[in-house]
C-alpha cells in the first residue's frame, strides 16, 4: 500500500476533510504539504525526496483570510488564498501542525510572511538536489548548520526556517538548505491534523 495512503487511514483521514469544514480549524504556522500531478518534475522531486509530497508552504491567516504563503518556481514568495489552492486540479494538500506548546505561532507567521516578494531559491534546490547524486552523496558532508543558510529559498527551507523562528526546528540533523517536503512530512516534531478536500 503507498505511504500516503498508509499515512491517511493510520490517523483516520482516508477521507479527507471539506476545506468549509476545517478551515477555521487551521492556525497560524500550520505546515501546508502538497501532492500535485504526475508530471515529471513532480515525479523527481517525489523520488528525490522519498515522499508523495513534492510541496511545501505555511498557513497565515490575514484578518478573515486564510493564506498560503509559500515560494514556488517561476514565481518566487508569494501569500496565495488557500481556498484556491484546495480546489487546482489533482491537488491534494496535507495538514500538519507543530507538537510543541511553547511553538511561537505569532514569530513563525511573521518569519514566513518575509518570504513573499522574494526570487525562487534555483541555487540552494540544486545544492538540496546534489545529495541525492550517485557518487557525489559520499564525497559531501551532512550539513547541520541552520545559520549558514544565508540563501534565497526554495519551498520547504522557507518553511523549516520559519519553523525555527517560532522556536521548533523540525529536522534538527539538517540544515533548513537542505530540507524537503518528505522531510517536513517525516518530521516527529509536527502530526497530521487532517487532509483537505474541495467543498
Known amino acids: 500500500m503507498h505511504s500516503f495512503f498508509r499515512v491517511a487511514i493510520s490517523v483516520g483521514m482516508d477521507r ?19 501532492r500535485r500531478g504526475d508530471g515529471i518534475v513532480s515525479k523527481m522531486i517525489a523520488v528525490a525526496g522519498r515522499s508523495p509530497y513534492i510541496h511545501a508552504g505555511m498557513a497565515v491567516w490575514w484578518h478573515d483570510r486564510l493564506m498560503c504563503v509559500e515560494t514556488i ?19 491534494t494538500i496535507l495538514v500538519r501542525r507543530v507538537r510543541s506548546r511553547k511553538f511561537n505561532r505569532p514569530a513563525a507567521a511573521d518569519a514566513m510572511l518575509n518570504v513573499i516578494g522574494k ?32 540563501s534565497l529559498p526554495f519551498c520547504s527551507q522557507a518553511v523549516a526556517s520559519a519553523l525555527r523562528a517560532g522556536g521548533v526546528d523540525p529536522v534538527p540533523n539538517l ?11 517525516r518530521s516527529a516534531a509536527l ?3 487532517f487532509i483537505l478536500t474541495s467543498g
Do not use: C
Not at 471539506?18 to 501546508?32: C, E, F, M, N, T
Not at 518556481?73 to 491537488?91: N, Y
Open 16 to 34: 479527507g476533510v471539506a476545506y468549509s469544514s476545517a478551515r477555521k480549524r487551521i492556525r497560524d504556522g500550520d505546515v501546508l504539504l502538497f
Open 73 to 91: 518556481q517561476g514565481i518566487g514568495g508569494r501569500a496565495a488564498h488557500l481556498s484556491a489552492q484546495v480546489t487546482a486540479p489533482h491537488t
Open 119 to 150: 526570487r525562487y531559491g534555483w541555487w540552494g534546490l540544486f545544492k538540496a538536489a546534489t545529495i541525492h547524486l550517485p557518487i557525489w552523496r559520499f564525497l559531501v558532508k551532512p550539513d547541520t548548520d541552520d545559520k549558514a543558510n544565508g
Open 175 to 185: 540544515a533548513d538548505r537542505l530540507t524537503e517536503p518528505g522531510d517536513l512530512a
Open 191 to 193: 502530526r497530521d491534523v
